[in-house]
């Protein structure tokens, strides 16, 4: 987004209206923010109220520059106290605001009644209620929601979200549940014709989420020649988008994604040279290191992998420093050097435990003490 939309000049029009603010959440400074205001998925956009310091809109995910135009225009209203929301939106935004996500189920459910489909505000409230029954592990609501949005939201930004949601929860339906298969087909198709709409231009990151739910739908077939066909598309499809890049920053931005085509094509070697070309234009920035690192252990060129390791480490920052240290745990259990694994283990224990509050996951420190409970294995 910062790479691709924020550059955008059609958005100097908004600038008068807010104070923009962009938050590292990985920053010690940043942890008071974070624990005051929650965030589930990255990339998430808030507007605040001043008077109030409450979120009173919230976007998940990344957006076009109309899109952003409409939740710009709609968190004015809301801040200004002339929202045009009926009441049952505006407390679904409250709840969805809070990271209550559960909760604003039943009344974005409420609000969808009393607005039109073509309404500008539909695909947004739309967005909103998929992602709530995502993360509540709602799949069959989540389906029946995106079946029924599918139609009105074709050859629109919104698409690509409704198709990709409706497929992403169609495969974690259980296996024997009715329908399921006709479900997940007709996502894939849906899916599909969002790649091929000459009207969508969408950017590289937002088209290879959709890849990736796709080589998982072919996966999830027993297709493996369906899922090596589209991962391998996938690759070409970022590829072409890397060489439309017209700054460094966004030829990087695309790396994460990048990485992942390349192993799901099984042509993960290929990232090296990608990953080399961001770490010598971005000296400073630890993913590049910490990507080369997962990369070469993922190839068994264990000492590449401990010098990346190092690299990041003396760059990372913040709770993504256990992911670094994770990997590197992994690199020395792939070496057989159990005890340096072990101390890495403890060392990301003693740095989890250490965050301030906002940064600090309990979920992580469990896990990282389940590990030491365990013996650790050895095998490669």
Known sequence: ?????????????????????????????????????PIRAWPSYYVIDPGREAITLRWVGGATVAELGKLFDDGARTVGGKAASAEALARADALYSEGKYAESIPAYRDALKAIPKI????????????????????????????????????????????????LDCALKLPADAPGRAANVASF??????????????????????????????????????????????????????????????????????RLNAFEAAGEI????????KSEREFPEDYNPPARLAYVNLKLKRYDAALAASDRALAR??????????????????????????????????????ALPAGQRSESAIASLKKQLAEPVDSRQ
């Open 1 to 37: 987004m910062r790479a691709f939309v924020f550059t955008d000049k059609a958005l100097a029009k908004h600038a008068g209206q807010f104070v923009w603010l962009s938050i590292d959440t990985e920053k010690a400074q940043n942890a008071a923010f974070v624990k005051k205001y």
């Open 119 to 166: 309404a500008p505000s539909y695909p947004r409230v739309v967005e909103a209620l998929l992602f709530s029954l995502s993360v509540s592990d709602q799949p069959a609501e989540c389906v029946s929601v995106a079946l029924d949005a599918i139609a009105p939201v074709r050859h629109t930004p919104a698409a690509a979200v409704v198709a990709g949601s409706g």
């Open 188 to 257: 894939e198709a849906e899916t599909l014709a969002v790649l091929a709409d000459p009207k969508l231009a969408l950017f590289g990151d937002d088209r290879s989420a959709l890849y990736g739910s796709l080589v998982d739908a072919r996966e999830d077939a027993k297709d493996a020649a369906g899922a090596q066909r589209l991962a391998l598309e996938w690759v070409a499809d970022l590829d072409r988008a890397a060489l439309a890049a017209k700054t460094p920053e966004q030829g990087t931005a695309l790396d994460p994604n």
């Open 269 to 276: 070697e290929k990232a090296i040279p990608m990953l080399e």
């Open 316 to 353: 990372v920052y913040g709770p993504r420093k256990l992911r670094v240290l994770a990997v590197r745990a992994d690199i020395f259990k792939a070496m057989g050097d159990t005890a340096a694994a072990r101390k890495t283990v403890e060392d990301a224990l003693v740095y989890a435990e």
